[in-house]
């Protein structure tokens, strides 16, 4: 049986971090594909990760193992047809030309070109109450089911729109990134109270920004014009 390999196209490349790539899909506008990075390709991070990977080869791809528990944990328990997650869903792996690729949901805006960031729209001076109440949406409903997120910077907040059966659903923020309990110990995934824990801290340092304020009683974010 002949495996199948995606060929990505270089100008759909979006975005390169220090371990990944994203990608548009060829032919399915509905799904991004991120491509694990070899070695070569991972400038900027530190020696002590590339030794640790080349020790413990295991940790190159712990990221990405999980991210998949978090998402397997959140939709077995949330298997209503109606569960709108807070962050992005994952449809598993295909080979590429260019290595192993994760299929990843697209956040896109009306015009079909991806959604605007949450640190785009700061940078631009485009944030407004309504994204912030977008926001304040997610932000309740990754406490309410007590998401397990080690990144949640400004760059993993997209808003936009997700497709569904009937075409483009409403607008949203969505969490695209970050999620999934990479710490060495995994103190957030033990309890949901240490998760909560971790939580309010990400949000508080989300709210340094000179745009939104987080509050930490009522587990929300205002806006600052």
Known sequence: MTRTTLALDPKNLLASGKQRAVYLHPFDDSK???????????????????????????TRDRQIRKEYLEYLRLMLSNQGAQFRPPI???????????????????????????GDTLYDLIQSGSLTPEHVEMLNDTVQRIYAHNIRASDLTARNFVFGQRRNAE??????????????????????????????????????????????????????FSYLS
């Open 32 to 58: 991004l594909v991120k491509v694990l990075l070899n070695d070569a390709d991972t400038a900027g991070r530190s020696k002590f990760s590339l030794a640790l990977e080349r020790w413990i080869p295991s």
């Open 88 to 114: 992005t869903h994952m449809f598993g792996f295909v080979s590429t030309q260019l290595g192993l690729g994760c299929l990843t949901e697209r956040v896109q805006s009306s015009s079909n070109v991806l």
């Open 167 to 220: 075409g483009l659903g409403p607008k949203e923020c969505v969490l695209v990134d970050g999620f999934g309990d990479i710490h060495a110990v995994p103190v957030r995934t033990m309890a949901n109270w240490t998760n909560r824990l971790g939580l309010d801290d990400s949000m508080k340092r989300l709210g340094r920004n000179k745009s939104i304020e987080w509050n930490a009683v009522q587990r929300r």
